[in-house]
């Protein structure tokens, strides 16, 4: 069990009301890992979670949390989990260390160790301050550090939490990524979000979810290069034109260019290099070389975005197809 | 064990800070005291063969509140936190379904004796004042408590069944209180005039609650009333258990 991967799921579906939230899905998380779930609204991102958090049980298929199952051994994963549901339901009429000291003994902390673990939250999610105040008069950002600490109180080996950073503002978004990140090497985390560059930001992987399907599931390095990255370069300069077309064309390792008018003296070229060539150390050579001008050199990256909306808009149009 | 223990104490922790317990609580002092002041002066130079604590228990005030109050005190068990959702950390928790309906029935249970206690000082407030030396028969007051007890056992598992089945208090309160209200209406045709010996009426008489309390405020323990309360309640914290665990069929 000590060696199981944290999270493997395999066909897991849920249907209800006639509805299929989670179809078939699979995925593997290891010790370790910053996980992202990624998804739009209502492609069952909540209902995958939930079930690993043994709140809803799978139609079919099977998930297992550190080699237990969620349905068969629910206590035994639920011991192991810190679960954030959505939307971040709390007591408000608790105060913010009773509510922890609460929460630490319902999950089954002793007198002294929940008192220790309450100290060593509070600390770390930055309650020391709030601690006596009641959870209702909290703001927001707040209120979501409580939800962070109450996950983190029994020091759980997986962490899951459901769109941590929704309503909050610029500021808590970013302490709340901070203090995701800083959980990742001693806890597996899994979270869910539709923000893209969150993902980008906080996780060593992102699992593209849509419609209850797994799209892609990688580094988002690798889910760059599934796209086509590693060319595509953009480069300003000032040259006459058609010596400009001449070069490019010449050049043996661009397959592929595009070139229009900037302002002033200045082209735009857009060059598409061969399979697996960085094209920057050429074209600053060939400039170079020609002694030309140059005001912008860059290789165009697809944000995750670009990805996502890639593979889902993918999907679908197949689906249109049927 | 802990966590049951611990969500007891949360229980009766958010009765004791909301406005709800209090209130309630306000209102049953208000009214048993009503009552016992109108006992006293109905009393005063008569002589009466009932005990004091079937008079007390037995009139339409101790009714009017264990029908009303209980609703109030269950009201918020489930069905408040399903509604701000508190309900899945709490069912993500290492804690069973059948742990979290007993704790949530037991919460209520206790806060329900604890307001119904300072009636039983009525009592020596009696003895203190009378011009008479009064002797307190210890017995009708122990039964009249035991009595309180399961008939409490009895509404507070209707009130958490009433709870659990929506997201809504009000609703919960309504349901609650029509639960309650059916029960104690039941009660009422035993005094149809039906014949004594036929089956109607000795079904009826089983199911009556004011015939069941009616013993115990004589200071009569009866296993046939134990038996009628506790199965009653069991039935009720069963059908909790089963809408707890509903959440896993859907």
Known sequence: MENAPMIEVENLTKRYNGQTAVDGLTFE?????????????????????????????????????????????????????????????????????????????????????????????????????????????????????????????????????????????????????????????????????????????????????????????????????????????????????????????????????????????????????????????????IVRSKDWRVRELTRSRRSLEDIFLHLTKADREEGEVY | MQAYLTLVRRELGALFVSLTGYAVMAGVLFVMGAGFSLLLKDQNGVATSQPVTEQLFGSGLFWLILLVGSPFITMRSFALEKHTGTFETLMTAPIGDFQVTMAKFTGALIFHMLIWLPVFTYPYIVSIFSMEPVELAAGPLAATLLGMFLIGCVYMSAGCLASSLTQSQVIAALNGFGIGTTMFLLSALVRLNLPQDTWQYQALLQISMLEHLKDFTRGIIDTRHLVFYLSVTAMFLFATHKVVQSRRWK
Request: glycine share 8%; proline share 5%.
């Open chain 1, 29 to 285: 998380v290891g010790r370790g890992e910053v996980v992202g779930l990624l998804g739009e609204n209502g492609a069952g991102k909540s209902t995958a979670m939930r079930m690993l958090a043994c709140y809803l049980p799978a139609t079919s298929g099977s998930a297992r949390v550190a080699g237990f199952d969620v349905f068969t051994q629910a206590d035994e994963v639920r011991r192991r989990i810190g679960y954030m549901p959505e939307n971040n339901p709390l007591h408000t009429d608790m105060r913010v260390r009773e509510y922890l000291k609460f929460r630490a003994r319902l999950k089954g902390l002793s007198r002294v160790a929940s008192r220790e673990r309450v100290d060593v939250v509070t600390e770390q999610c930055g309650l020391k301050d709030v601690q006596k105040k009641i959870v209702g008069h909290l703001s927001k950002g707040y209120r979501q550090r409580v939800g962070l600490a109450d996950a983190l109180v029994h020091d759980p080996e997986l962490i899951i939490l459901d769109e941590p950073t929704i309503g909050l503002d610029p500021h808590q978004i970013r302490s709340v990524r901070e203090l995701i990140k800083s959980m990742a090497p001693r806890h597996t985390v899994l979270i869910s979000t539709h923000i893209l560059p969150e993902v980008e930001m906080t996780c060593n992987r992102a699992l593209i979810i849509k419609a209850g399907r797994a799209l892609a599931i990688d580094t988002p390095e690798n889910l760059h290069r599934l796209m086509g990255e590693g060319g595509h370069v953009i480069v300003e300069v000032a040259a006459a034109r058609e010596e400009l077309l001449e070069c490019w064309e010449h050049a043996g390792e661009i397959a592929d260019y595009h070139v229009e008018a900037a302002d002033g003296d200045y082209f735009r070229c857009s060059l598409t290099p061969l399979p697996g060539i960085d094209l920057r150390p050429l074209v600053f050579d």
